[in-house]
């Protein structure tokens, strides 16, 4: 097997003489925890670089709220940017905070590395080094996947696009807080301390 780092700056996509299959994948992330590791539905996979500095505290304030709500609801789990999703297209995405229902998944007891369906909702965080037409097209691709609603949180543009099946995004600028919906009804996500 061969294996070639394709790119400059991150995100790095593994380009190998045949794609990587799920079983593999599930591998070389095992192998390799150190790494921050998604693959593509052909079977590429991307490496893409750690949060640095203010992003890292902004993203783990976006991840206790959902948290804090997750566990005062009860009704399902929220997830951190260390969990691959397996999606329906054959891609395994890690949000940078995520929930889902625990109607559609109730983690096992003892097997912690059992694959994770796709959550019910994401919240993907966009950092300096994240250019925003790839981190647009991975929120249309949680969506295709059968993600009810997920928000893209531009703390650059002070933005939060707002995803949901067969809905035109929604564009709030400049507002204050950002209100769940749907599978995630009463969440709440404060924004003041994430665009500070």
Known sequence: MSIALA????????????????DEFWRFSA??????????PNGDVVLTSPALGGAGVRSSSILGQLYMWSEKDGSGYALDSSTGC?????????????WIGSQRWTPPPVQDDAPVPFPDFVIEFRSKSDRLKPAQAKMLSW?????????LVDPH??????YRPSQTVEVQEGHTAVYG???VGG??????GIWA
Not at 31 to 40: A, K, M, V
Not at 143 to 151: E, H, K, R, S
Not at 187 to 192: H, N, R, T
């Open 7 to 22: 790119g400059i700056n991150p995100p790095l996509r593994i380009v190998r003489d045949e794609p990587m299959s799920l």
């Open 31 to 40: 192998e390799n925890p150190e790494l921050r590791l998604e693959r593509e």
């Open 86 to 98: 397996q999606l329906p297209d054959g891609s395994v995405r890690s949000a940078d905070a995520a």
């Open 143 to 151: 969506i295709a996947n059968g993600v009810q609603l997920a928000w």
């Open 157 to 162: 543009r002070k933005v939060v696009e707002i």
């Open 181 to 183: 919906e749907g599978p």
């Open 187 to 192: 969440f709440v996500l404060e924004l003041e």
